[in-house]
């Protein structure tokens, strides 16, 4: 079946630094993928759209500056978490779409534990 | 606007028993509703979609657009059934999801 990674899967980085996650697919070519914060035991929040070769579309209330994101292949995007402050910290999960599957289905990543000291 | 509401965030029940995991939802259109499962320190994966009708593991859920409904079921539930479950709905051509709140389903020996 299709697989998604995700690098790194657990990062702690100082108030202020930037991050980046990676997520990519390793057996299919992903035009779309989403981007999804997780609180504990809480459900996924859809925080963006990542086109291939586009600007990724942002959900209302969730700052595109902040958050950047680049889908510059088709198996890879990447989401920039810049000047990372605590409040940051969660589970963010990516997953991609499988164009050549008829229902969209997307085939979810591992998830990245990001903690903000 | 698409909506997805589990009721119940909770759900206990013993091994062998039925269970039954509720999924509302509020769309305008003709969606597709599937259900994802999250099993301990594991990736979420999909479990099942309403357009298949299939029964996976033991569940089956079936779409009811008159009560705007899509209840997971089990008829005998197993402790490896323990595990986070998610309704999603696809509204879009493109298959955005929008998740419900979750229900966590814990199945006692």
């Known amino acids: 079946g299709a697989v998604v990674s995700q690098h790194p899967s657990r990062v702690i980085c100082k108030s202020g630094t930037s991050v980046k996650i990676e997520c990519r697919s390793l057996?299919?070519?992903?035009?779309?993928m989403f981007w999804y914060r997780q609180f504990p035991k809480q459900s996924l929040m859809l925080m963006a759209t990542?086109?291939?070769?586009?600007?990724?579309?942002?959900e209302q209330g969730v700052e595109k500056d902040k958050f950047l994101i680049n889908h510059a292949s088709l198996t890879l995007s990447t989401l920039t978490v810049t000047s990372a402050h605590p409040e940051d910290s969660s589970f963010y999960i990516c997953?991609?779409?499988?164009?050549?599957?008829?229902?969209?289905?997307?085939?979810f990543g591992p998830g990245t534990r990001l903690t903000v000291t | 606007a698409q909506r997805v509401t589990q009721p119940e965030k909770l759900l206990s029940v013993f091994k062998g028993a039925p269970v039954e995991l509720k999924c509302n939802y509020s769309?305008?259109?003709?969606?597709?509703l599937f259900w994802y499962v999250q099993y301990s320190r594991q990736r979420l994966q999909l479990l099942l979609r309403?357009?298949s009708r299939e029964s996976i593991k033991g569940f089956t859920a079936d779409l009811n657009k008159g009560e705007t409904s899509f209840h997971l079921k089990k008829p005998f539930a197993q402790e490896e059934d323990s595990a986070m479950y998610y309704c999603?709905?696809?509204?879009?051509?493109?298959?955005?999801?929008?998740f419900g709140q979750g229900t966590i389903l814990t199945v006692h020996p």
């Open positions: 769309y305008s259109g003709s969606p597709e």
């Open positions: 309403h357009i």
């Open positions: 997953s991609a779409q499988d164009p050549g599957h008829r229902t969209y289905e997307q085939y």
């Open positions: 990542s086109n291939e070769g586009s600007k990724a579309t942002y």
């Open positions: 999603a709905l696809s509204g879009t051509s493109y298959g955005k999801l929008t």
């Open positions: 057996d299919f070519q992903a035009t779309t």
